[in-house]
């Protein structure tokens, strides 16, 4: 078993996680990898750390996933690799159900990064009324919920009419929240804690000036069970750094993946008009060929300056990159 070091974020006021179009009548049930690392990059500027001149501070982080705490007894979710899942005969009933599922506990999780079919005779289809989690421990699959709330827009020199809109936040029941791992040696890992202790009382997510994406922060650990195997998956959003290396990943069968377009708009006072160059990224649990067995965790991928070009002289702004991490913490998974 390989221990990972997680950091539990329990919200303790509502969450909005926008999208590319800043809808805010709906909101992402994921805080990728890229926004928390950006997130921290900024309260460590904020607070004078020093940032690096590549923007790398030396550890990697996994996007945000859910947990479901009660009485003190959390269950961790993964997701479910992008490999398509085929249930037997037996269950082809359930299948529609079975599709659904995109998370899965840790135990869950090892059994099918080592190859073990989860969906075969004799699987308690009991387990699939937790809807998108799958879990034999007894959870409240409500356990994050959402919420509509009307809001109005007041132009900033209040030369235009009211405008109302209606902003989708999400809830936490219990103690639960989101969690990450992190990788990086026990130095880098007390950036990390640095960081949390501040973006804690920022928040994190779209309008935290009216207390949206407050948290506290713990720490814990999970056990996977990584397998020794060419094939590999991604905890992060994942920017190949070569042509060369994207080639060599998508070489193969049983290949699977996805992409995320991410940029967003500016937060900076005076550049919050400008959007930011925007990348395409793999997304999470998307599975590659590795050019060798692997049976350790490892990082591939990099980070991009994603400052638009423009004449910050002009607009009498000084001009600072905007970093956008595509370092992705990758096991090995059998398929």
């Known amino acids: 078993m390989t221990k990972f070091k997680i950091y539990k974020l329990r919200f303790t006021t509502p969450l909005h ?24 990059t900024s309260v460590l500027a904020k607070i004078s750390y020093p940032i690096p001149d590549d923007g790398d501070f030396g550890f990697s982080i996994s996007s945000l996933f859910p947990y479901y705490e009660k009485d003190k007894k959390p269950v961790y979710f993964l997701p479910k690799l992008k490999s398509q899942t085929i249930p037997s005969k037996d269950l082809q009933t359930v299948a529609k159900k079975i599709k659904k599922i995109e998370w899965l506990d840790v135990g869950f999780f090892n059994k099918q990064i080592n190859g073990e079919e989860l969906f075969t005779d004799g699987f308690d289809t009991n387990l699939l009324e937790n809807g998108k989690y799958l879990t034999k421990q007894p959870i409240d ?22 405008e109302p ?23 880098k890992l007390k950036i990390i804690d ?13 309008d935290r000036t009216i207390g949206n994406g407050f948290f506290e922060v713990d720490s814990d650990y999970i056990e996977l069970n990584l397998p020794k195997s060419n094939k590999v998956s991604n905890l992060s959003l994942f920017l190949p750094e070569t042509q060369k290396q994207i080639d060599e990943l998508l070489k193969g069968d049983n290949i699977a993946y996805d992409f995320q377009k991410r940029g967003g708009w500016i937060t900076d006072s005076g550049l919050n008009t400008f959007r930011k160059n925007t990348v395409q990224m793999f997304s999470e649990s998307s599975v590659f060929l590795q050019n060798k067995n692997v049976e350790k965790e490892f990082v591939l991928g990099k980070i991009v300056d994603l400052k638009p070009k423009l004449n910050y002289e002009h607009l009498g702004i000084e001009a600072h990159p905007i970093w956008r991490s595509g370092k992705a913490i990758f096991i090995p998974v059998k398929i």
């Open 165 to 187: 809109f209606y902003m989708e936040r999400l809830y936490f029941k219990y103690k639960s929240g989101m969690y990450f791992i992190a990788v990086g040696n026990d130095e």
């Open 194 to 206: 640095t960081a949390l202790k501040v973006l804690k009382d920022e928040g994190i997510g779209t």
């Open 141 to 162: 699959k409500e356990f994050i919920s959402k919420e509509v709330n009307p809001r109005v827009k007041v132009s900033r020199n209040f030369s235009e009419d009211a």
């Open 17 to 40: 996680i926008g999208d590319e179009r800043a809808d805010y009548g709906t909101s992402l049930q994921t805080i990728h990898s890229d926004t928390l690392y950006a997130a921290i």
